[in-house]
């Protein structure tokens, strides 16, 4: 009973929070080009907005791609911690996690290919061409974090910092991750997928209204499950409220980044990858083994 | 247009839709200048949670600038038929209303609301920055009234418009590149 | 109990039989074959751990006997799974397909014979011999497909000779210092053994056998080519199952030889040996991986990823310790099953279709669902996503390399989980999905019997992902008996030093993201379904959707940056050819018919014969 409501109180925070801070982060670009921008529930009427319409199918497939993204992704999301509020104590191995997302990008794939727009598939090989790129320079600065700390609980990774911060005590592997959560969050100059100048916003160029919205919620929850990760494993220990602050504020930074970049041709993100982050993160991992650590 | 009676959902949901309007422009006319000012720092049309898509098919809004050759016109309605319900047409500039100087032109249509229909025209040759967000204001009144039906107005009377098409672009008998 | 010795001549004379029987009628004989199979299993089923046989007798000291291990029961039980759902998938198959029906049915049951004699073997010698009559049937199967297919047997069974002839030299060696020939003993000796070079020689050579069989760097070109050519069906006996024999001559080398105990550590614990035999594994899952992002042609992108994944297997095994090597064998069971299922999704669209390029094809998922759905389920498991069962291995050999802090080998496994997510998309996306071709309007959903099949191994990978006991319990058996520290489970949490997790737990939590993804879609309003030709063209008028269909080059701006890698196959081709021309050389000079020639090799043996004064 207790899991149930846990798992509720994660998934709403993912809805609202997610939702409040992308809206929040279409203002503050806004403010970097000087404009007004949106309000801060923006994104909440965009989202219904796009619910309410009547949009168009291309078969089964395509729905069942749409609801096995979302359901892969609540998925995943119910077993991120939260700062103190985790769903399933014990069960948050970080492989499951970084895993079970890939059911809800296989399912978003599947059925953005499923409607047969070329743009889609070529936006889906991009996306999984981007994501050959960072994974392998994150998951080997995490894994340098799982060696040090002898777990790969995600909740006992954030408990076993009480001296400091990873990020301190591991800079390198903290810089590694946070290039890669750019890469995974789909930011600028990382979002070759979804270029909508080039191939029309790439996966989702045949989504219509309803569908729309389901993969708007979708993103909202891979954000929430991407910089969760970052700063449970990073950020020192939190509870719920400093949890939110922390994803705040690294939610900000990586929207200030990415708000005065241009836009990476696709196999530079993976030559990009591949060069600088994953030698950084070798240098992490050959610190950690040697014992180099703050 | 007739209004139609809505249920308390289609009330919400028409706020809804009147707060967050995408646009698909389609721009093969000589409008489209008109359009950065409005989108960036000077006016900002993202204040109203207005914001340009990429396809048809995320789009509320068609915004048809300029004249639209024969040629043009099936592309529009093309494109217009692939938007999800509720759509809404403006039609931008004096060509879209009454042919503006390619009044008399063998290549151009003169009404644009013969094809599809038409919710909101903008008049002038061009019109300002100014006189587009006051458009896109009036849109967004109609819309929370419940008035901007043109969507149901095409569905109703579908073969008034495709008669129409059919008047202008003739029959395509040869289906191939040059003939469509 | 029914003997195994008793169960291999069953096949051997059932083999005939089925020869008979295909003769007269194909199906009948495709039935029997899969009667015979199916039994095997059961027989197999309820085979008692240790029960032994007497054989024969071919070198003086040597009994060649049968002995039921866990890990041959393991073994054999995954090949027969295997086995029998392809036979019963080939009666249907058969009606159409092997040019030679009826020998095609004999071999199989050969090679059926060979691989349970493989796994039961309780000497090197025994291994052998059922190894070499496994090879041969699978040998003459191979050309019964393509055109090229003569060919790619030939390439096969040279191969497979390289490994299997140094095998037999290492078995003779230990034959001729220390007159005995079972892995008790051999291992019982080798502990003893000074000469740590001996020991090295002995594991490797015999590594070796396994290594040219599961397509393990440098002896991985065989696959490509004869995944290629091979009848369609009987790739997924050739991936699933013959390959997961040099898995078993790996594990043997490496565990029942107790790599561990016999070489000193190099790094945390890890010989040099197995240092060596995982960075084949590395390279393989390089190789791979990156060739299989490559290819055009279906089959022969997952002949790459069976590189790929006998890479896994091989680093699974090589690391050694409860984790990795439970990792290893339980990869040895996803890939069978993952690869069964590929295999035949494709022979079903090959069987319909009559084409194995990805670009010819399209959209056959509003034509084929069952098939797509199999083959769908197959590449979550190959790549390794939850909640099928082939996360579970992979999840183990992660942990295991973390736990030694191999940084570097986890790397390459992870380029190979995420660069696996992007060659299994690739038949996806441009077979099952997109456009469908206008001369595919016509083809229909394969018959039930070829559908039950592989429903069933889709059933089989998603049970085993939700519920992995049943495997988690041969592994503790198989690791118990060579003295590795089990692995923890209990129900279906499964632990390691680094943590656990729980695979109902997942699955229960995707099915309760599902339902909710499905409440949100039922309560908003319905989409129109519109026609797969009705698609955002920017305006455009098409009117050929055949080419609106996204396949060819798939993944062409990723494959730009390796376009000029260093290729073994070229290598060996350029081998090939020098050995033709020195024998064309040969040929020129001895067999050529001229007299002149004729003159002067007869003043040459002359002169010798004047030279030496005989």
């Known amino acids: ?294 | 247009m007739a209004n139609h009676e809505r249920n308390i959902w289609e009330k919400i949901a028409d706020q809804l839709r009147s707060k967050s309007l995408w646009m698909l422009h389609y721009c093969t006319g000589c409008g489209a200048i008109e359009l950065p000012p409005s989108m960036t720092s000077r006016f900002d049309m993202e204040r109203f949670g207005m914001g340009p898509m990429a396809t048809p098919r995320q789009a509320d809004i068609l915004f048809i600038t300029g004249y639209l050759s024969a040629k043009t016109l099936r592309r529009v309605i093309y494109t217009y038929e692939q938007m999800p319900e509720p759509k809404y047409v403006i039609g931008f500039g004096s060509c879209t209303l009454n042919g503006g100087i390619y009044y008399d032109s063998y290549a151009t249509i003169n009404r644009l609301d013969y094809y599809i229909p038409v919710d909101l025209y903008i008049a002038g040759c061009m019109p300002r920055p100014e006189a587009l967000l006051e458009a896109f204001n009036e849109l967004m009144k109609m819309i929370r009234k419940g008035e901007a039906n043109g969507w149901r107005d095409y569905k109703e009377n579908y073969d008034w418009y495709k008669s129409n098409q059919i008047r202008s672009l003739g029959e395509v008998l040869v289906h191939d590149e040059f003939h469509e | ?614």
């Not at chain 3, 070079?197 to 760097?217: C, D, N, T, V, Y």
């Not at chain 3, 095994?317 to 690869?339: D, P, Q, T």
């Not at chain 3, 090959?350 to 098939?371: F, Q």
Request: hydrophobic share 55%; aromatic share 16%; charged share 10%.
């Open chain 3, 1 to 614: 109990m029914i003997p195994i010795s008793y169960l291999v001549l069953v096949f051997l004379f059932g083999s005939v039989v089925s020869y008979l029987i295909t003769k007269a009628n194909r199906i009948v004989g495709a039935i029997f074959n899969f009667l015979l199979t199916f039994y095997a299993l059961f027989v197999l089923w309820n085979l008692e751990i240790g029960h032994t046989e007497k054989l024969f007798s071919i070198l003086e000291g040597v009994e060649n006997t049968f002995k039921v291990s866990s890990l041959g029961k393991y073994f054999s039980i995954i090949s027969l799974i295997v086995i029998s759902l392809v036979s019963f998938f080939i009666i249907e198959w058969i009606r159409k397909k092997p040019s030679r029906p009826a020998a095609f049915n004999a071999f199989v049951l050969i090679m059926s014979a060979g691989i349970i004699g493989v796994f039961f073997s309780n000497d090197l010698l025994t291994l052998y011999i059922f190894w070499e009559i496994a090879v041969l049937g699978s040998f003459l199967i191979v050309p019964m497909g393509k055109e090229d297919s003569k060919k790619a047997a030939v390439i096969y069974v040279v191969t497979s000779a390289i490994g299997s002839y140094m095998y037999l030299f290492a078995t003779f060696s230990i034959y001729n210092k220390y007159g005995i020939l079972e892995f008790d003993q051999v291992s019982r000796f080798l502990l003893n053994e000074p000469s740590n070079l001996f020991k090295w020689f002995i594991i490797l050579f015999i590594a070796s056998a396994g290594i040219a069989k599961s397509g393990i760097f440098p002896l991985h070109t065989w696959l490509r080519i004869t995944h290629g050519n091979a009848p369609d069906a009987f790739s997924a006996i050739l991936s699933g199952q013959l390959v997961k024999m040099g898995s078993y001559v790996l594990a043997i080398s490496l565990s029942v030889f107790p790599s561990t105990k016999l070489l000193a550590s190099f790094y945390s614990g890890v010989p040099l040996l197995n240092y060596i035999l995982i960075w084949l594994g590395n390279i393989s899952i390089i190789i791979g991986t990156f060739m299989a992002i490559r290819q055009n042609d279906m089959k022969q992108l997952i002949a790459y990823s069976s590189v790929a994944n006998g890479g896994y297997i091989l680093v699974g095994l090589g690391v050694m310790n409860s984790i990795g090597y439970a990792g290893g064998l339980f990869h040895v069971f996803n890939h069978a099953i993952a690869a069964a299922m590929i295999f035949l999704s494709f022979a079903a669209v090959v069987y319909r279709t009559g084409t194995t390029k990805i670009d010819e094809m399209g959209g056959l998922i509003w034509k084929m669902p069952w098939t797509f759905v199999t083959y769908l389920v197959g590449i979550i498991s190959l790549a390794g996503i939850p909640p099928t069962s082939g996360f579970i291995s992979k999840w183990m050999i992660f942990n295991a390399l973390l736990t030694k802090g191999m940084f570097v080998t986890l790397t390459i496994t992870f380029i190979g989980s995420v660069g696996s997510f992007l060659y299994v998309f690739r038949p996806l996306a441009g077979v099952f999905l997109g456009q469908l071709k206008k001369k595919h309007y016509e083809v229909k959903e394969v018959s039930p019997v070829m559908l039950i099949p592989m429903l069933v191994l889709t059933l089989l990978t998603l049970f085993i992902g939700v519920y992995p006991k049943p495997v988690l319990d041969f592994i503790v058996s198989i690791e118990n008996s060579l003295g590795i520290k089990p692995i923890e489970y209990s129900g279906t949490i499964i632990k390691t030093s680094l943590g656990q997790w729980d695979t109902l737990t997942v699955f229960t939590m995707f099915a309760v993201g599902f339902i909710i993804a499905l409440v949100l879609y039922i309560i908003f309003p319905r989409g129109k379904k519109v026609e797969l030709t009705d698609q955002y063209t920017g305006g455009e008028y098409l009117f050929n959707y055949d080419l609106y269909h996204y396949a060819t080059g798939f993944y062409r701006f990723l494959e730009r940056l390796y376009d000029k890698h260093p290729s073994f196959e070229k290598l060996y081709g350029m081998l090939v050819s020098f050995f033709k021309s020195m024998g064309e050389i040969i040929n020129e000079l001895f067999y050529k018919v001229s007299p002149s020639g004729y003159v002067f090799w007869i003043s040459i043996v002359i002169l010798i014969l004047f030279w030496v004064r005989w």
């Open chain 1, 1 to 294: 009973m207790m899991t149930i409501i846990r798992v509720a109180a994660v998934l709403l925070t993912g809805f609202f929070v997610g939702l409040t801070l992308e809206g929040v982060s279409r203002k503050i670009i806004a403010r970097i080009q000087r404009r007004y921008g949106p309000p801060w529930y923006q994104n909440f009427i965009d989202v219904f907005k796009a619910l309410s319409k009547n949009g168009i199918t291309h078969g089964w497939i395509f729905d069942f791609g749409i609801l096995m993204a979302l359901g892969g992704v609540i998925a995943t999301l119910a077993f991120v911690p939260l700062g103190d509020l985790v769903a399933f104590p014990g069960l948050d191995n970080l492989f499951i996690i970084v895993y079970l997302f890939a059911v809800g990008a296989l399912g978003m794939a599947m059925g953005m290919v499923g409607s047969g727009n070329p743009n889609s598939s070529i936006g889906v090989a991009r996306a999984l061409t981007q994501m050959l790129g960072y994974e392998i320079p994150y998951m080997i600065s995490v894994s340098a974090v799982m060696y040090y700390y002898k777990t790969a609980s995600v909740s006992e990774l954030m408990l076993s910092q009480q001296d400091s911060w990873t990020l301190l005590k591991m800079p390198l592997g903290g810089i590694v991750a946070f290039i890669s959560l750019l890469g995974m969050l789909g930011k600028k100059p990382f979002d070759t997928p979804i270029a909508p100048a080039e191939i029309a916003s790439g996966p989702m160029v045949e989504l219509s209204a309803k569908y729309m919205g389901l993969l708007m919620l979708m993103h909202t929850f891979s954000i929430f499950v991407e910089i969760g990760l970052f700063v449970d494993i990073f950020l020192g220990i939190s509870n719920y409220w400093t949890f939110l602050i922390k994803f705040t504020v690294i939610w900000i930074l990586a929207t200030l980044i990415s708000s005065v970049l241009p836009r990476f041709r696709i196999e530079q993100v993976v030559k990009f990858y591949w060069k600088v982050p994953l030698g950084l993160a070798f240098l992490q991992a050959l610190f950690v083994l040697l014992g180099w650590v703050f």
